[in-house]
């Protein structure tokens, strides 16, 4: 086994954690809802192993694969927070097959995504990443796009 694909039990995940193996067997697998305006399919399959357990967030053709008392392997898959609560993917680089092993017990009690988790802040692609408004630029009297000086109007 190479270092690539070294697994980690479920307990030891973090947030925002990139570049996870994990094995686990899934208990419940929730109903399959649909999102942006009815072009995908994601559902929320519960995942553990002896350690703890986490959500695994199933999209679109993975949502009808998988069914309760498979045990998954996640190479390359990712940590994310999704409303306060942490949730392991695939991703869009990761992948996910059924394996032939066995895993006896399931701690349910440690579910990792029921520990509230703070969500990172995301700077959008405008003036908040170039940090203008960490910088003060808009009490200097700048728009808020970094460049041009604003307009008063004589009232």
Excluded at 35 to 58: K, M
Excluded at 69 to 98: C, E, P, W
Aim: glycine share 10%; aromatic share 10%.
């Amino acid at each position: 086994m190479s270092l690539a694909e070294e697994f980690v039990k479920i307990e030891s995940l973090k947030p925002y954690a990139r570049s996870v193996n994990v094995k686990g067997k899934i208990v419940k697998v929730g109903e399959a809802r649909v999102v942006s305006q009815g072009e995908h399919r994601v559902a929320d399959a519960l995942i553990g192993d002896e350690t703890g357990c986490i959500f695994l967030t199933l999209w679109d053709d993975d949502v009808a694969k998988y069914a309760e008392g498979d045990v998954v392997q996640i190479n390359n898959g990712h940590v994310s927070v999704f409303r306060g609560s942490m949730r392991l993917s695939a991703g869009r680089y990761g992948t996910a097959k059924k394996i032939d092993e066995t895993i006896p017990t399931v701690n349910t009690e440690n579910n990792l995504s029921d520990k509230v988790v703070e969500e990172r802040r995301e700077y959008g692609r405008g003036y908040e990443r170039r940090g203008y408004e960490r910088r003060g630029y808009e009490r200097r009297g700048y728009e808020r796009r970094g460049y041009g000086r604003r307009r008063y109007s004589r009232e």
